[in-house]
Each structure stands twice: as C-alpha cells, then as structure tokens.
C-alpha cells in the first residue's frame, strides 16, 4: 500500500482557492513556542472544562473582533466573526467575508494586520497584560522577557486556515470549538490514552499506521471487519447493525473506516455502549499537534478504541474533496487485512 511522504509545514495553504474570495475561514494561530499566555484551564472533569482567559487572551479576542469591523470600514466589504474560542497556547476565530475582497486584501492581510494589533498592544502595555505571577501553575518563561525593547511578536509566523465547503461543517466548527477545553483536558489528565505511535505495524501484511489509542486491541483473538452496502433500507440497516453488535457484545473488536450508512450506524451503537473498536481513518495523524476528532478522541481517551491513519499527511486540498471508491477500497483493504475472524465464522462459534 502506498504511503504518502511526511510534510511537516502544518500552515501551508489551499493553492487553488481565491483568498479574496466570500468565504468562512476556521483560522488557528499559536503563540511563540506554544507558551500558555492567553488562558488557563478551569474545572475539575472534562464536564466542567472550562478555559479562563487572560487579559491577553481577551485583547486577544477583541482585537480579532475589530480587526474584522476594521476591514469591513476600510473596504466596504463586509467581514463578520462568527465564533471563537481562545486557548492557553492558541486562538482559534471563524472569520465570515461575506463579500469578494479587493485583489490587494486577501485573507493573508487582515490575519497579519490582527496579529501585528496583538503584538503591538502586547509590547505597549506588558505590565498589564502579562501572566498572573501568584499563578504557579501558569507561569512562563515567556513573561519574563523584556518584550518592550526586544520587540519579539507575540504569535509563531503564518497561521493555519480551513475552508468551509461543505453543507453542515460550520456548526461542525463551532462544535470543534467549544469543545476544545474538554479534549485539553482529557489529553492532561490521560496522558497515556493519547500517545501517538508513528510506524505502527500490523496486521497480517504488517502495514505501518500511525496510531492513537488502545494499540492492544489488535491483539484481541477475535478482530471482525465490519462492511456493509451503501445501498441499504432503514430495515435491513437495523439487521446489519443488531448482527455485528451481538459480536461486539461478545467482545469481539470491530475495525472499520465507517463509510456507508450502515457501517455508521454500526459505529453509533458501538460507541453508546463503548465497545471495542478500530477505525480506520482517511486522514493522516503525523504532528505533533493532529489528534482524532469529535467522538474517536472520546474513545481514545475512555480506551475502548484505536485509530489507525494508514497516510502519513493530511492536507487542505484532500479535505476540500469527498472520498473517492478507490479510497474507500483501499481502506477497507486495511481493515480485512487487520481482521482475524468472518462474521460466519463468529456466528458459528
């Protein structure tokens, strides 16, 4: 099987797509080194997450906000923030151009016209808004510097954007969002759950995966690939759904890249009951920051799953694009390859 070679720059751009252009953007920036400046985490369960911003972190968002109406005054385009949620080493802002911008005010201009504010503001005013000193935990090296005459900027070079394409990504997003508080805090306080494994081997093949999760379910004497036809009825759905759960009921991991409607739905009902699962995913794992999303992340971190991402990369261009059948085939050539019993075989046990 083919695998993609390593890209390491995680803010490269869509070539193709006209930054000019209407547009929702998910922007992400970082802040120099990762230091944790704008926000501390709050709560004591991943129920009650919660990030408190510092007056960084809040001039941060403000200035995000104005920079937007700043655009909209200067063009006459309108530039609206639909969401954002600040982190303690990151910022992440849904940006809405609404109209085409001029040719000389893409998106590149008024992100680095935000970031410039930031860092300006940051150099300015450092007694105001530097970290909490009696807050130990939050503390950082990054405060400690003299940043009104080394004039260092606030924000890492570049920042990564995300194009909405898709009916349905937005609320997506804004999900994504709201819930990063509640994945940082499962990722500290289940550190082991969320160990990546780069060259992860196996299978009857020994394909390589990067993997995250609970990597000993391959090693479960009883692995069944689950794979249904795309064209099913609601009732024959339900039928494949109660067959491969009796298995999982059993014990029996199920692996899969949960493609069709059926095979979805046989991911749901696995996942209400945390289940043992495998899901193989279209998408690479590689960086240090890429992690599973939505539900696999949950089940990584309660250890009743393992995603597996067969391709070392990932990038804007592949998300943009629905999946392909020689895709889907392809993954479910790894799922075979992983899976150790048929389900005839099962029912006959």
């Not at 510092?54 to 001039?59: C, I, M, N, P, R």
């Not at 924000?155 to 349905?168: A, E, P, T, V």
């Not at 805090?185 to 999760?213: C, E, M, S």
């Not at 089940?299 to 067969?310: E, I």
């Amino acid at each position: 099987m083919y695998r993609a070679p390593v890209k390491h720059n995680r803010l490269r751009r869509m070539e193709e797509h006209d930054y000019t252009a209407a547009c929702i953007y998910l922007i992400t920036v970082t802040t120099v080194d990762r230091q944790r400046i704008l926000g501390s985490l709050v709560g004591d369960s991943e129920d009650t997450a919660a990030i408190e911003p510092t007056a960084l972190g809040k001039y941060v968002a403000e200035a995000f906000r104005k920079r937007a109406a700043e655009t909209s005054k200067k063009t006459g385009c309108r530039v609206q923030v639909l969401h954002f949620q600040i982190m303690p080493d990151h910022f992440h802002g849904i940006l809405y151009v609404r109209d085409t911008l001029p040719a000389d005010y893409a998106l590149g201009r008024i992100i680095a016209a935000w970031k410039s504010d930031c860092s300006h503001a940051w150099w300015n005013n450092y007694t105001v808004l530097k970290c909490d000193e009696r807050d130990e935990k939050n503390k950082c090296s990054f405060c400690s510097q003299d940043f009104s005459s080394e004039k260092s900027p606030l924000f890492s070079r570049g920042f990564n954007d995300r194009i909405l394409f898709r009916k349905g990504q937005l609320q997506t997003w804004i999900r994504y969002l709201d819930d990063n508080p509640r994945r940082l805090w499962l990722k500290i306080n289940f550190p082991d759950r969320l160990r990546k494994v780069y060259d992860f081997r196996a299978g009857k093949k020994g394909h390589q995966y990067t993997a995250v999760g609970n990597t000993f379910l391959v090693t479960y004497p009883e692995c069944l690939q689950v794979r249904c036809h795309r064209k099913l009825t609601e009732e024959q759905i339900q039928e494949e759904v109660a067959k491969y759960m009796k298995e999982a009921r059993r014990g029996t991991v199920l692996i899969s890249p949960f493609i069709s409607m059926a095979e979805k739905a046989v991911y749901d009902a696995c996942y209400k009951e945390e289940l043992p699962m495998i899901h193989i995913v279209n998408r690479g794992l590689d960086g240090k920051f890429i992690y599973p999303s939505g539900r696999d992340f949950t089940g990584c971190t309660s250890g009743f799953m393992l995603v597996l991402a067969p391709y070392a990369d990932y990038t804007p261009e592949t998300a943009a694009k629905r999946i392909t059948r020689a895709q889907c085939l392809n993954l479910n050539e790894y799922a075979a390859d992983l899976a150790n019993v048929t389900l005839k075989c099962a029912e006959r046990d």
